[in-house]
Antibody
Framework: QVQLVQSGAEVKKPGASLKVSCTAS????????IHWLRQAPERGLEWMGW????????KYAQKFHDRVTVTRDTSITTVSMILSSLRPDDTAVYFC?????????????????WGQGTQVSVSS | SSELSQDPAVSVALGQTVKITCQGD??????ANWYQQKPGQAPVLLIF???NRPSGIPDRFSGSDSGDTASLIITGAQAEDEADYFC???????????FGAGTKVTVL
């Protein structure tokens, strides 16, 4: 079955960088987009960006475009998200999610499988 | 970024029907997708596109749309349906996707 397994919880200082990984299994890794989203306490979901695992193309939300980088390693079917210059308001649960859309088409943000979430706390 | 509007909370009696709405300009051009999220868990896709349910989702969940508003209908709500429900869609201005802030459903 499809599984997305994320790396563990992180505690960071303001100004530091964060790396969260998402390892996929149970399907053809290069066949579908992976998105990153986050959910702050008592708030809705916020889209951060996506990667096409087939060719490495990425697109980021305007809010994060200068702080976020998403990469993939096809040899270990893993997508990683790096968020730099962390601030306290980056405290959130970070999710990776698989887009139902094939990488030969455009990503429609129909998330049919999710990672378990990674709790990130940013505090001095 | 939450640019789709949802009521913060609704309640429904056990076995009754509840409609959860999602409103925004993007819905005039794109379908809404609906997710259920229980505390401490990742969201689960319920409805996508024009009222499509992934395998394993009960048929008491359905979707509809009209103009700038999409709706998720739970027909015959069960105790296990108590959760947060949120919508998302594509968008043609700014970022390519928008989300609702979610509606908390309480089953009485």
């Amino acid at each position: 079955q499809v599984q997305l397994v994320q790396s563990g919880a992180e505690v960071k200082k303001p100004g530091a960088s964060l790396k969260v990984s998402c390892t996929a299994s149970g399907y053809t890794f290069t066949g579908q987009y992976i998105h990153w989203l986050r959910q702050a306490p008592e708030r809705g979901l916020e889209w951060m960006g996506w990667i096409n695992p087939n060719n490495g193309d990425t697109k980021y939300a305007q809010k994060f475009h200068d702080r976020v980088t998403v990469t993939r390693d096809t040899s270990i079917t893993t997508v990683s998200m790096i968020l730099s210059s962390l601030r306290p308001d980056d405290t959130a649960v970070y999710f990776c999610a698989r887009d139902r859309s094939d990488t030969r088409t455009i990503p429609l943000a129909i998330y049919d499988s999710w990672g378990q979430g990674t709790q990130v706390s940013v505090s001095s | 970024s939450s640019e789709l509007s949802q009521d913060p909370a609704v309640s429904v009696a056990l076995g009754q029907t509840v409609k959860i709405t999602c409103q925004g300009d993007s819905l005039r051009s794109y379908y809404a997708n609906w997710y259920q999220q229980k505390p401490g868990q990742a969201p689960v896709l319920l409805i996508f596109g024009k009222n499509n349910r992934p395998s394993g989702i009960p048929d008491r969940f359905s979707g509809s749309d009209s103009g700038d508003t999409a709706s998720l209908i739970i027909t015959g709500a069960q105790a296990e349906d108590e959760a947060d429900y949120f919508c998302n869609s594509r968008d043609s201005s700014g970022d390519p996707y928008v989300f609702g802030a979610g509606t908390k459903v309480t089953v009485l």
